[in-house]
């Protein structure tokens, strides 16, 4: 009787694994919402040429889509979460604390637009002048142009006051939460970028890499800089209806709404597909997607929908995601990564 009893409960527990790998019939994704419009054409065409249902998306932000992506391995966990950056180490060892084998696979590049209403002129910033814009504290100078070594709380209020040149217009961007890619992006690329012209702020990086963090990549609070959430549809309309404020979000938004909006140049360069492609774009960085390798198998579909991703017709040079926008990657690269989606490779740090 115990041994038969013993069967029953194993035939039970067996039968409810089974129930629960298969209670769900489709992909379900979460992630960066600049990677959400690219995510989601691939989704529609795949569930138009393949008999699996079309994946489930969420906009979530890249730092919210790693949090519900590294929770665990049950089939209630996203099988996909989509970056605009790449997988912090800090997210990396909670996913694999928690059993999580994963595979990274970089999809294409973007570019961070800078961007005003197309009823204004075109900003000419400067990454520096985007540092003395938004960060919560700026390096002191003096009368004659000299920086004491200090910093003091940021009171610029006004676009002319850190570039003679730049419009008389108060200082307000709308642009993503901190837990977006984009945001990260952001604050590496255009912030960090501009505050490591300070001589004595770029020295500081050998000595207390924290310290130097913290001064580059730190937002004023003031109001000046206004968190818009996870959408950056509602950025491109709020720009529309208020012509002097600068909006911050992917390319691919600028390029889906360019009757709309313009990107200003940064550094003297244009955002443009080929200024991005080529890197003469300062504010550029690559998108990715990544793979819970446990889910594969047992959600019905999600090599499927690696390979279509990852077909040249959908990321090539000439593939259907580069008229959305997307920057394709080189050949070698694109080689590099879809192997490794194919494969099931699974990241190591």
């Known amino acids: ?45 795949f569930g138009k040429k393949t008999k699996f249902k079309t994946p489930k998306i969420e906009s979530t932000g890249s730092g919210g889509g790693m949090k519900l992506f590294c929770a665990g391995n049950g089939i209630d966990t996203p099988d996909i979460t ?14 694999t604390s928690k059993g999580i084998k994963l595979t990274e696979v970089k999809i294409g590049y973007d570019g961070i637009a800078i961007a005003n209403a197309k009823s ?26 000299k920086y004491t070594g200090k910093l003091i709380p940021n009171t610029y209020q006004k676009w002319n006051q850190i570039l003679p040149e730049l419009p008389a217009t108060t200082i307000k961007v709308m642009g993503p939460p901190p837990t977006s890619g984009t945001r990260d992006a952001f604050a590496e690329l255009a ?7 300070v001589p004595w702020i770029k020295a500081l ?20 800089y206004i968190e818009a959430g996870e959408n950056d549809n509602l950025i491109v309309q709020k720009l529309v209806a208020s012509p ?19 990107g ?9 597909f080929d200024n991005i492609a ?11 997607f990544y793979i819970k390798n446990s889910h594969v198998g047992k959600v019905p579909g999600i090599q499927e929908f690696i390979n279509e991703f990852t077909a040249n017709s959908t990321w090539g040079d000439d593939g259907y995601l580069s008229e959305k926008g997307m920057i394709p990657m080189p050949s070698a690269e694109r080689a590099k990564f879809g192997a490794a989606a194919k494969s099931l490779s699974a990241l190591k740090m």
């Open 244 to 262: 002097n404020m600068l909006g911050v979000f992917g390319f691919s938004y600028l390029d889906q709404n360019s009757d709309k909006v313009q």
């Open 278 to 288: 080529s890197g003469k774009y300062p504010v550029s960085r690559p998108l990715f």
């Open 82 to 95: 989509n970056a605009s950056r790449r997988i912090k180490s800090s997210e990396f060892k909670k996913c």
């Open 264 to 272: 200003s140049l940064i550094d003297g360069k244009d955002i443009t």
């Open 1 to 45: 009787m115990k041994k038969l009893s013993l069967m029953v409960i194993s035939g039970l527990i067996a039968t409810t694994l089974t129930n629960s790998a298969l209670a769900r019939d489709h992909i379900e994704i979460v992630g960066s919402s600049t990677v959400y419009p690219f995510s989601t054409v691939v989704a529609e065409t």
């Open 191 to 197: 912030m960090e970028g501009g505050c490591k012209t």
């Open 120 to 145: 204004s002129p075109k900003y000419k910033l400067t990454r520096q002048a985007i540092f003395f814009a938004m960060a919560k504290q700026v390096p002191e100078i003096t009368a004659d142009g």
């Open 205 to 224: 990086k050998k000595k207390d890499k924290k310290a130097y963090k913290k001064i580059c990549h730190t937002i004023r609070e003031d109001g000046a």
